[in-house]
């Protein structure tokens, strides 16, 4: 398996965080499973090797589009490769997604839809461009440019922007309340601007922040005590609590088997 990651150009800077590929050559498909958790983030996949099969949490196994929309997720999910892998995904900001599309994120939210359901004849010509291509610049290349021409920033992205920044760096440990009063605006109209532009309600994403803050605190010589400590709970049965509703597993279990 290789994976490496890319830095989009300086133009899409502020609205990609980075691009990630993936390949695999595989003489029979892997029948492992490898576990997906929730990121707090969108993205879009192009797939110029054989699609993942994903298993979500009630184990309907469903083939995934050659090019789609990978949506908030809010649970856990597997995929499994069915051949040879070769994909290329762009990841955005959580805020950054409606610039490019301007449909509501929550409708997406836990999907992975196909993105020619909106470019049908364009993602056609993308897909070929990018299975064609040789190299990963140039297949960078061709989703900037396929991204830049739908480039819009609607008239909330401010807001949007300075709410993710400060649930993220309170570590999502503050309240829709204080959230709201600091962005100088209500309550229900920050719950609403949120869940249209990120895809989910604040304080969900806040969940999401605090268990990848906790992730990157965890030490093999820690206490499950200390790390709950660490990262904002309440008690050791918080945190198990929020790792089996996020990952499917407890601590102990997912620091063994990283995902």
């Not at 900037?144 to 819009?152: A, V």
């Not at 806040?206 to 200390?226: K, M, P, Q, V, Y």
């Amino acid at each position: 398996m290789k994976l490496s990651i890319h830095e989009p150009h300086s133009y899409l800077a502020d609205f990609i965080q980075y691009y990630w590929v993936l390949e695999q050559t595989l003489d029979t498909p892997a029948s492992s499973l490898n576990r997906v958790i929730p990121s707090g983030e969108l993205q879009i996949m192009f797939h110029y090797g054989a699609p993942f099969r994903e298993v979500s949490q009630t184990k309907q196994g469903i083939l995934q589009p050659q090019c789609l929309i990978c949506g908030q997720q809010t649970g856990y999910m597997d995929i499994v490769p069915s051949g040879s892998v070769g994909m290329i995904a762009a990841v955005f900001y959580p805020h950054t997604f409606r610039a490019f599309f301007p449909d509501p994120v929550n409708e997406f939210t836990n999907q992975s839809v196909a993105l020619d359901n909106f470019f049908r004849r364009e993602t056609s010509e993308l897909q070929e461009r990018i299975i064609e291509a040789q190299r990963v610049p140039d297949r960078i290349c061709l989703i900037e440019n396929f991204l830049l021409r739908r480039l819009s920033l609607p008239y909330h992205f401010d807001i949007t922007r300075a709410a993710i920044n400060t649930i993220v760096k309170a570590q999502g440990q503050i309240t829709i309340d204080e959230t709201a009063k600091q962005l100088h605006i209500s309550r229900r109209q920050f719950e609403r601007l949120f869940l249209t532009n990120v895809g989910m309600p604040p304080k969900q994403f806040g969940r999401i922040i605090r268990l990848h803050n906790t992730i990157n605190l965890f030490r093999a010589d820690g206490s499950l005590t200390e790390l709950s400590q660490a990262g904002g709970y309440f008690d050791q049965s918080h945190l198990i609590r929020e790792f089996k509703e996020f990952t499917g597993l407890s601590p102990k279990a997912f620091f063994r088997h990283p995902c």
